[in-house]
């Protein structure tokens, strides 16, 4: 998400080292040219796209000196949303570029990373299989004829998850289609109507992880994105016989359309710009994005820096919404990634379901765990057991071997036996199963340090297994060190539901705030993504590892990648239902709806069980079926967002230039905090601070009376009081004024909240203060 100036034409220079530095060749790899937008609207026709690509070739061509080279250093030319191109040329000619008059920015082209049903009945869309009356599936025909477009892996087309049984003719108003021209080309039918891939900055910068020239998902988390998001009903679905019932998505009567940007777990950020630019054309309702940088940029300037912030800025001016995943860094502090105002960010929740077994030691004490393994061994029978460093082959360092990396392990120590494998490392959590059934092992058991806490997983394991937490690894080491010949059993693992103190937030969840805009909150919304089942590749096996040979057209997955999508199919279902809002009352609506209490009617509780707050979970979990009748919600157009960055101190002209002209900068730009957004975050409040927000009626007349509970050690009042709407689209202004106690100065961010109720509905707010000395 980042830049040095905002947007406008993105070029995309592609710097590949062609030699060493001595020898006086040029280094290259990819960069990002950024001009802003175009002038003309999604009609315009060929000959204005053929222009701006002329436009491209010359600009390029001023700086190499020719047009011709120009043409061929140039891979992108972006014409239809974003005004740009992507090329392949020195960091010197980049660096001239980056001076023209007419570039807003000029970003070198990185890569992103992926993020990577029960889900909608804990969200109370169904019961037990039924449709409840008060369900937003009701409201929204289940998101009929709403378009879904995935920027992602690919997708898996045989499926049932995108079978086009009782759909009916695709929208007229789409302009996708399916592209690919090679065998097994991913066809289209009346549920997925578009597939098209992106790879040329990828087959500069890896050409060895691009497959082939297809939108095929060879990986399974594009699959597994987009069908959460938009597949159909699906039932007996289940992965090895867990989780068995009815897959489908939150919009499972929407149309969906894959775009392949990401190869091999990673995605160029040219060919994420591309992606982004076709979906806008093609027509999508919704773009959902489950991957991103691997950490914050490092400050608001650096903002352009970054192909998601650049596409989804234009998907808004088009009036799409686009979600995005948190990011995976958790639960550290200043970790979210897909920070921009104008995306929905999401966090990852727990559902009350789990995967439970049983780790029955030699001296009878029963540890509970947790798995997805599709082996078990006899349950009348203790198997001896092995701490992995205990169990190093020769040359291999015991710190390593407890990793249990493949060839770390003594194969004449490990046969027959359950091996106890350390969390973390470099090797992942299936891999190191891998290892110990290559090396004889006939179990493993997954031991959390004390950084893990009480976060386990369940995975697909290759062999019987199981993970357990920081306190029961205690009381197993305790046993192991207790006794020359440690035994166990580890017990087949089951489907439990009706899991107490659900939802909570995955330990693995991006945490805020956001370093780069500490005055938006982020993340906005959590949603589920722990253990979530959905459609999947059939190309690999679960684990994704290439000597998994087990295939599964459904799979059982974690990560922020998950519960993106959950909320990019409730945003379908809200653009169903609600067609008339923009995408920021879509995300106020949610926002505002969210729950902050388990199942039990406890505050949340983060992954250590500890109580979170707002920068684990932004304003909750979504409750869908309240979003669709908010009452209020805090909207925002383009405009807004274009002030933001004036506030930010983006330059006049480059703000002119990413709107095509049709935008300057006001004399006296409002503060960053003034943005209308759902929650509230005052990052340095030094004495008094006064915040400013309307809210817009979407609902039925009425008087809305506010209280709220001001974060410790702040007094907080709100002007007026009261707010009385007479009529559908009428908004009223209000400010909200922080003062800092001075006894309790520097205790760091503290958290309250507002709410404005008419009895009926209530539009609830998060509130963020630090107070500064």
């Keep these: ?99 023209h008059p007419g570039v807003v920015t000029v970003l070198e082209s990185k890569m992103l990373k992926l993020h990577t049903t029960r889900s909608w009945d804990f969200m109370d869309l169904e019961h037990d299989g039924q449709i409840l009356p008060d369900s937003i599936w009701n409201h929204a025909k289940f998101g009929q004829d709403v378009i879904i477009a995935n920027l992602d892996s690919g997708v898996w087309p045989e499926s049932n998850s995108f079978t086009d049984e009782g759909m009916g003719e695709v929208p007229q108003r789409w302009k996708g289609s399916c592209h690919d021209t090679v065998k097994y080309a991913v066809p289209c039918n009346r549920k997925l109507i578009g597939a098209k891939f992106f790879n040329r900055d990828m087959m500069l910068s890896n050409p060895g992880v691009v497959d082939a020239n297809w939108t095929r998902d060879t990986e399974g988390h594009g699959t597994h994105t987009l069908s959460t998001a938009g597949g159909s009903f699906v039932p007996r679905a289940s992965l090895f016989g867990y989780a068995n019932g009815t897959a489908k998505g939150g919009a499972p009567r929407a149309r969906v359309a894959a775009y392949k940007v990401c190869w091999s777990g990673e995605c160029a950020a040219a060919d994420v710009l591309a992606g982004f630019e076709a979906a806008i054309h093609d027509g999508a309702d919704v773009i959902s994005v489950s991957f991103g940088q691997d950490a914050p940029l490092a400050d608001a300037q650096s903002l352009f820096h970054e192909p998601v912030t650049l596409g989804s800025l234009h998907a808004a001016a088009r009036g799409v919404a686009v979600v995005c995943s948190a990011g995976n860094s958790g639960p550290y502090d200043d970790t979210v990634v897909n920070a921009a105002p104008w995306v929905t960010t999401v966090a990852a929740s727990t559902v009350d379901r789990d995967f439970p077994n049983v780790l029955t030691l030699g001296n009878s004490v029963h540890l509970k765990g947790m798995s997805l393994e599709s082996d078990t061994l006899h349950s009348s029978q203790l198997y001896p057991m092995v701490d992995a460093r205990h169990a190093a082959a020769a040359g291999a360092d015991p710190y390593a071997a407890a990793d249990c990396g493949v060839g770390t392990l003594d194969p004449a120590r490990v046969k027959g036996k359950i091996v106890v494998c350390a969390r973390g490392g470099d090797v992942p959590r299936v891999a190191k199963g891998m290892a110990v059934l290559g090396a004889g092992g006939v179990g493993m058991i997954l031991a959390n340090g004390r950084m893990d806490g009480d976060d386990v997983v369940a995975d697909p394991h290759v062999l019987p297994a199981t993970m357990i937490t920081y306190t029961e690894a205690v009381a197993l080491h305790n046993y192991l060190t207790s006794t020359d010949n440690p035994v166990a059993n580890i017990s087949p693992s089951r489907t439990e539901v009706g899991v107490k103190n659900s939802p909570s937030i995955a330990g693995f969840s991006s945490r805020g705030p956001s370093g780069m805009l500490p005055s938006v909150l982020k993340p906005d919304i959590a949603a589920p993504g722990v253990d979530i089942l959905a459609a999947f590749t059939e190309y690999v096996g679960p684990t994704e590892l290439a000597s998994d040979k087990r295939r599964s057209e459904y799979a059982i997955l ?77 909207d925002a157009a383009p405009e807004d967002y274009y002030t933001f960055l004036c506030s930010m101190g983006f330059r006049t002209a480059d703000v002119g230039r990413l709107t095509a002209g049709k935008f300057a900068c006001p004399a006296r730009a409002p503060a960053m905090e003034d943005l209308n957004y759902p929650s509230i975050v005052v990052p340095a409040l030094r004495g008094t601070q006064t915040v400013a927000r309307r809210l817009k009626n979407v609902g039925r007349p009425g008087k809305y009376l506010v209280s709220w509970r001001a974060p410790i050690g702040i007094d907080m009042e709100v002007k007026p009081a009261v707010l009385e709407f007479s009529k559908v689209g009428e908004e009223k202004a209000f400010n909200v004024t922080f003062t800092s106690q001075k006894d309790k100065l520097g205790m760091g961010y503290v958290f309250g909240r507002l709410v404005w109720t008419d009895g009926t509905h209530y539009v609830r707010s998060p509130v963020v203060v630090n107070a500064l000395a």
Aim: proline share 5%.
């Design 1 to 99: 998400m980042a830049r040095r100036r905002p947007l406008l034409f993105v070029a995309t220079v592609v710097l590949l080292c062609a030699a060493e530095w001595h020898l006086v060749q040029a280094y290259k790899k990819s960069y990002i040219v950024y001009l802003g937008a175009h002038a003309y609207g999604r009609d315009a026709s060929p000959k204005e796209h053929a222009r701006a690509t002329e436009s491209h070739h010359e600009l390029l061509g001023s700086v190499l000196g020719s047009k011709e080279v120009a043409q061929d250093s140039i891979f992108y030319s972006y014409t239809k949303n974003i005004n740009g191109f992507a090329a392949h040329v020195e960091e010197e000619i980049a660096n001239q570029i980056a001076k």
């Design 558 to 634: 974690s990560g922020t990648s998950m519960a993106c999508p959950h909320v990019s199919g409730v945003i379908g279902l809200l653009k169903a239902a609600r067609p008339g809002w923009s995408p920021a009352a879509m995300r106020s609506a949610i926002m505002t709806t969210a729950r902050t209490q388990d199942n039990t009617g406890a505050p949340m509780r983060d992954h250590d069980g500890k109580e979170a707050n707002a920068f684990a979970y932004g304003a909750g979990n979504v409750h869908p079926n309240r979003a669709v009748d908010p009452g209020l919600v805090y």
